[in-house]
């Protein structure tokens, strides 16, 4: 017979002193059981850390009283200074409209320097005002915490970090902040901090990280500096501008074109394709809006002259000629010896600072995206913006060129015969890549749209999360070279049962709507050496697939296109044809 009395967490026993022990025991068990619980659910979960791409983060002058955002600025700001300087702006936009663009470029440029004059550095790199961006604090910066106080401004890759709430809850997600005008050197030193205050905040032993796009460019760097101790479960570096980018030097020099015609397909991808942009844009006299675009890029270059960030994203060679010629050597010394870092240290070490990430136990793994456009006036197979080349170490032919037919991988980084990192396309050749084994390619997809393909954004959620070891060979359903399969393109075409790109020896051809909302009328398919029953008159609606048989095709010699004419969902109804790139 036992009584017993709770008061205030604590238990009273009365009875043998026998029986006494034998319960305290238990329920010294109970408690420790108890205590260990709450620790046990704080590591169950790895968390997961999101680095957004270039100028994604909020930065505010912290001068006085109260915190003034200065980036992204106040669009009243602008109609405030366009008021001030009214006389000046008026006369710019009438020699505009008469055929000149430079005038009116150059006045949108200073009127923004003003607007953004807070946003100046010294010439060794540090700001000239007391500028910096939101505190990296895991209590502060978590998906829950942001939500919740109304400030989803400050979540960075929103869509991506709301699915990772789902999966992991929101007090396991979070956003680093960072000022993007300082150098990756600096930055990834602060992510370095960030981690381990995230690691102390949960609990966990280790995180899971994505970085996009200058954000990849800083956890490649993360990675490399700290690559014998930085506690990575998988990292993710989506579009990562690990080799800087061709445009970078452009920028500097003022030689950035501005095609204006591939941005509205930029800007149709972006919006889902639901909408079609072009007819927007019936009359405008595009030459002259890209002289105006180029006029403004010009002037305006040198707001950043000396942020730390545009250095670092420099090709190797484009930093040593500009560096001379554009820095003093004694009031930049600073910025020039971390910048120095990057394009001496850990631009030509990427391969094996990753493989000794790995070797500890992590995944790394990068997605690098192209499309057949100028990369703002390059020459260079890019996403529109960073080049695949510098993206992913792969070898890639001029843009709008194929390799020859009969190329062989130049493995120079992959020796594995066995290995075919050649893409169906013929404009990479990843078995010189950075991780042939380990970098995804994307044709057709833009810059920083991952959001918008379900089919990249599930390849990054299964990387992200996944457990033990992953390459290109982990996931049939996500072979190393895909089409882009956003709803801008509207059909997706694949030969059943075999990878994107292959032919094989199927007999079936399927077609599906990548709309979202409209249904597509394919209208011919059509491919060299092939003939296929009648496609005419399909209507698919949306995600709906079509069969077609293939009645007769010669062997396939090389690369073949395949062309699908459809209806597209759009304002009108007007035709299209989407190309694939096909080999055996």
Known sequence: YIKYVASAGHIYFAGSELMKRALSILTACVMLLCAAVPAFAANEEIPLITVGGYASSQLYDYSGDEPQQVWPFDPQAALKQTASDLPNFTISLLKFLCGSSESLGNAVADGGMKILEKMFCNEDGSSVYNVNHYPNDPA??????????GRLDLVREKNLSAAAAERIGGENVFSFQYDFRMGGYDIANELSDYVNAVLKYTGAKKVNIFGMSYGGFVVGAYLSLFADSAP????????????????AKRFFLGEVDFPVASLISLGENILGKETDLAPLFDGVKLPRVEALASA??????????????????LTPESYEQLKPVMLDGEASAELIRKSDVIHHEIMPN??????????????????????????????????????????????CPSVGKRFPRGYSA???????????????????????????????FVDGQYHGTYTQDPNTFALIERLLFADGRTDVYSFAEFPQFEVAQAPYYSVNAVFKGEQAGHTGDSDTLIITNLSLSRSVL??????????????????????????????????????????????????????????????K
Not at 414 to 434: E, G, L, N, R
Not at 537 to 551: F, T, Y
Request: glycine share 8%; net charge positive; aromatic share 10%.
């Open 296 to 313: 403004f890029l010009k002037r305006i270059s040198v707001l950043p002259l000396h942020w730390g960030s545009l250095w670092d994203l």
């Open 410 to 440: 130049v493995r120079t980084v992959c020796t594995d015969i066995k290995h075919d990192h050649v893409a169906p396309s013929m404009k990479i050749d990843a078995s010189s890549a950075y991780l042939p084994e380990n970098t995804w």
């Open 232 to 247: 990575i479960n998988n990292a993710v570096l989506d579009v990562p501008a690990l080799g800087g980018t061709s445009f």
């Open 140 to 149: 502060l910066t978590n998906y829950k915490y942001l939500t919740d106080s």
């Open 522 to 583: 394919i209208t011919g398919v059509s491919m060299p050496g092939v003939e296929f029953s009648k496609p005419s008159g399909r209507l698919l609606k949306p995600g709906e697939s079509a069969e077609i048989k293939v009645i007769s095709a010669k062997p396939l010699d090389g690369r073949a296109e395949l062309k699908v004419s459809y209806v597209k969902p759009a304002f009108g109804k007007s035709a299209a044809v989407r190309s694939f790139d096909f080999v």
């Open 350 to 395: 990427y391969r094996s600072s990753f493989l000794r990430c790995m070797e500890r136990g992590a995944n790394v793994s990068i997605i690098c995206n192209y499309v057949d456009y100028t990369a703002f006036g390059g020459d260079r197979l890019a996403d529109m913006l960073l080049d695949a080349s510098q993206v992913s170490g792969a070898i």
